[in-house]
Structure formats: C-alpha cells, structure tokens
C-alpha cells in the first residue's frame, strides 16, 4: 500500500509518500518574519504552500496511491483546517479512504519505525508537548507529562525574551555549548514536568547579569535532566528495556547523550532517529497512515473534523498489538 500523509499542524507544511519505505517527503516550513508562530499567519503560509507541496510529493511518487492521511490533531486550529481541507479533497478526487491521525502518535510511531525497538518507553519533547509514555492494552498510555508549556515552547520563549529568532532551541543549543552551570529550579511532580519556572528564572538570571552561555547549558541541563528522570521511572515501573526520543527537541545532541548515558548504566537500548524524522514532517503521517489503513482505520469525510485539544492517550490504537500477546 502507498499513502499519502500531509502535515500541517503548526509551523510546517509538509507531504510525504510512503510504501514500504519513504518514497517521497516535501516540505515548506513556515519562518515568522519575528515573534513566535501566529496561528492565523501559519495558516495563511500553508494554503498559499499547500498545492505545490502536495503537486510535488505526488509528481514525485508516481503511480496510484491507496489512501490520503492527514493529521487531525492536535495543533493550531486555523493550520490543522487547511491540511484537512487539503486532505479531504484529495481523498473524494482520487476516490481512496481517508485517515485521520492523531500527530503525536504519528511522532512515536516514525520513532517505532526507524528504530524497529519491540516495545520502548518513548520520551516526546517537541514544541508544544512533553511526554514518556509508553504501548498498553491497546493504547499510548502516558506516564509522565509537562503540567505546563511543552519543553520546546520554553525554549523558544526564553530565546524570544533574548531577541533570538524562531525557533530559539538550535540556537540554545549551540550557545550551551561553551558554558558552564549555575543552579535553576528543577520541577519533577511525581511522573509530571512543569517548564514555565524554569524558563522565567532562566530569564531573571540573564536579567542579573548572568551570561547567555552559562544560562543556556544550565537551562538545557536542568529540563534534560528532568526529562531523563521520569524516562527512567517509566522504565523502572514498566520493566521495559527500550527508549526513543522523538519530537523536535529531540534533535538535541545532549539531550541525546544524557539518555544514552541513563540508559546505558541501567542497560537499556537507546536510539533516536535522523533529524528528518524528529520535528514535524509528513513522513511520519504517511508512514502512520499506512499502518492506520492496514488495520482498517479509516474515516469518512463527515467525521474527519480537526480536533486542536486531541490527546495521544485518547488514540485506538488498533494497528499494535501488547508485546507477548
Ligand atoms: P508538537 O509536536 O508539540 O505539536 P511542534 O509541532 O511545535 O510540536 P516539532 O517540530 O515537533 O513541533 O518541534 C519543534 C520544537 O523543537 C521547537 O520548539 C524547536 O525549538 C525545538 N527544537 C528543534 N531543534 C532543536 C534542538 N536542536 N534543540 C532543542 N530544541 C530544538
Ligand atoms: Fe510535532
């Protein structure tokens, strides 16, 4: 089966083929021209994108696809319309089902597929969500997540209080490279993460003459190190002995490093996929998609409504079965 995944939750606008492996992925980011990501300009950016994109994704794979899949949520409203629209179109044209999926799980599923792991604890860090979780009796069941921002959204907000350009986490991460630790609060509640403290008492320590440097590596150490915590809980409670990192942050070499580092002394296989795969991009809904329509999860145009509050644990996961059964 070939299908077609289009993208457009957030800041990119993207399309990917997918058979037995990836034919074909385009994609247009949307760059604000200063500030952080508008909803209704990110919107304009995709449907003005949108048709080139896809043009070329299926110039590009030839031949008939089987199914169009877009993702249904969550993300910014207005963005989320425009692929759908896109999607909904192209499904009733072509005559091929149609398949909503939830963008988080299509973020750990591409990190399922890429690292071919039987049954890992997932750490997603991206801009909007921070979560471990973890495949249970039929569903993504989530162990530990961010109480407030998601991890990347702090990094982005404390890069934009510095006048940095969007997106602010590339960025911090080359400037962490030469500095050195000054202690900020760590927030670990339970299984749950908290960021927005730590992103405000970072600003307050660059406002009391702190370098840019020293905040940065400090930043980046504390919320990895909160993150490698309640990865590592999540692997003791489960008894599992596999981690991947997803999501944009996950293109982070330290915070790649500090899993790896965790995972080695308790003996657990760590491994993350190529940066292609990590921030948002059509690849992972094709490759979702696939296996949503191999199971048969396909939904007609009149129940494909965009939900922007749509939760990874809320996902029938109807494609996996629990390891062992
Ligand atoms: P979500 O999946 O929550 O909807 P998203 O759709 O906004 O998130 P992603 O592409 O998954 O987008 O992640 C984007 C985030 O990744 C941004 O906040 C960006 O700063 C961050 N990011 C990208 N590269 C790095 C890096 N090298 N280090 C840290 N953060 C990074
Ligand atoms: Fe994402």
């Known amino acids: 089966k070939r299908v077609l995944g289009i993208e457009g939750t957030a800041w990119n606008f993207s399309a990917a083929v997918f058979a037995d492996d990836l034919v074909c992925l385009h994609s247009a980011p949307y760059v604000p021209p200063s500030g952080g990501i508008h909803p209704r300009e990110a919107a304009q950016h995709h449907a003005s994108v949108a048709s080139d994109v896809i043009r070329k994704a299926l110039n590009e794979a030839g031949g008939r696809i089987d199914a169009v899949a877009f993702s249904i949520g969550p993300g910014l409203g207005p963005s989320l319309r425009i692929a759908a629209t896109a999607a909904r179109t192209l499904s009733l044209k072509l005559g091929v089902p149609l398949i909503g999926v939830n963008h988080c799980v299509a973020h750990v599923e591409i990190g399922r597929w890429y ?47 510095h006048d940095l350009p969007h997106p602010g986490g590339p960025i911090i991460e080359d400037l962490a490279k030469t500095g050195s630790y000054i202690p900020l609060p760590y927030t670990v509640k339970g299984m749950d993460l908290a960021f927005s403290g730590l992103m405000s008492a970072a600003k307050e320590a660059t406002m009391r003459g702190a370098s840019m440097e020293d905040v940065c590596f400090s930043f980046q150490e504390t919320a990895f190190a909160m993150c490698v915590e309640v990865t590592e809980r999540a692997l003791a409670h489960t008894g599992k002995d596999e981690v991947i990192l997803v ?79």
């Open 115 to 161: 690292t071919k792991f039987a049954d890992p604890i997932v750490l997603y860090a991206s801009g909007a969500n921070t979560q471990v979780l973890g495949f249970l009796n039929g569903k993504y069941r989530i162990f530990g997540e961010t109480l407030d921002i998601g991890l990347g959204n702090a990094l982005d907000k404390f890069a934009r209080s």
């Open 247 to 325: 999501g944009g942050v996950g293109a982070n070499a330290r915070l790649q490093e500090m899993l790896g580092i965790m995972c080695a002394e308790r003996g657990a296989k760590f491994m993350a996929p190529p940066r292609t795969y990590m921030g948002d991009n059509g690849a992972m809904i094709a490759y979702t998609g696939k296996i949503m329509l191999e199971a048969g999860s396909t939904i007609p145009v009149s129940d494909s409504v965009v939900d922007p509050g749509f939760r990874s644990d809320q996902v029938d996961v109807t494609w996996r079965q629990d390891a062992g059964s």
